[in-house]
């Protein structure tokens, strides 16, 4: 069964730290993974997107990785400043198949002054 | 640049009612996805169409359909309310399909079923 799974729930942290935030999946045959930035009653935001081929990928103080063979990925954000708080919600997408996008229930991350 | 706009922004219905919720993409975006989400599933996929043709499909019953116009913007119907379709709508536009394309989300539109 496709499924992806993201670590932890809800994360608080002080303003400056760095947090690690993770993502497991059994989505196959695998397309792309992508993390997406979520403020409260707002859209999804866009931050990385990796195929296969990419073990890495930064957007400012974001820095994803991709491990295929493990099928983890993990986001990494330093520095971390108030605006970060949000949810951080990681999709699979199936290369083939009905239910082409699988999404992660997200990790709420508070940032504390 | 405009960005996604969705229509209307809030509305209440009530069980048995119809909705049609409305997806104006990003100027030259072809593909509109819609996607639900609610605090227990989280964010789930809907349905995406790409130059008026539906590409794929969730794993939602039939009472949830949509369409794509030749201008790409995009209109989603949910006959027959039932309580548990309160919630978030999101769509999403892409330049290509959104298999590898960077998805455009717009602020959504919030229903609730009373």
């Known amino acids: 069964k496709n499924q992806v799974e993201q670590s932890p729930q809800s994360l608080i942290i002080l303003e400056g730290k760095n947090c690690t935030l993770q993502?497991?999946?059994?989505?196959?045959?695998?397309?792309?993974l992508r993390w997406y930035k979520q403020d409260t009653g707002r859209g999804p935001v866009s931050l990385t997107i990796m195929t296969f081929s990419e073990n890495t990928k930064s957007n400012g103080r974001y820095t994803a990785t991709l491990d295929a063979d493990t099928k983890q990925s993990s986001l990494h954000i330093t520095a971390s400043q108030l605006s970060d708080s949000a949810s951080y919600i990681c999709?699979?997408?199936?290369?083939?198949?009905?239910?082409?996008?699988?999404f992660g229930t997200g990790t709420r991350l508070k940032v504390l002054a | 640049k405009a960005g996604v706009t969705q229509t209307p922004r809030y509305l209440i219905k009530t069980r048995g009612q119809q909705v049609t919720l409305s997806c104006s993409p990003i100027s030259g975006h072809r593909s509109v996805s819609w996607y639900q989400q609610t605090p227990g599933q989280g964010l789930q996929f809907l349905f995406e169409?790409?130059?008026?043709?539906?590409?794929n499909k969730g794993n939602f019953p039939g009472r949830f359909s949509g369409r794509q116009f030749s201008n790409s913007r995009s209109e989603m119907n949910v006959s027959t309310l039932e309580l548990g379709d309160s919630a978030l709508y999101l769509c999403?536009?892409?330049?290509?399909?959104?298999?590898?394309?960077?998805?455009?989300f717009g602020e959504g539109s919030r229903l609730t079923v009373l």
């Open positions: 999709v699979v997408s199936a290369a083939s198949g009905t239910y082409k996008y699988i």
């Open positions: 169409y790409f130059s008026e043709t539906q590409r």
């Open positions: 999403a536009s892409s330049l290509l399909t959104s298999d590898t394309g960077e998805l455009f």
């Open positions: 993502c497991n999946y059994t989505v196959s045959p695998f397309s792309n």
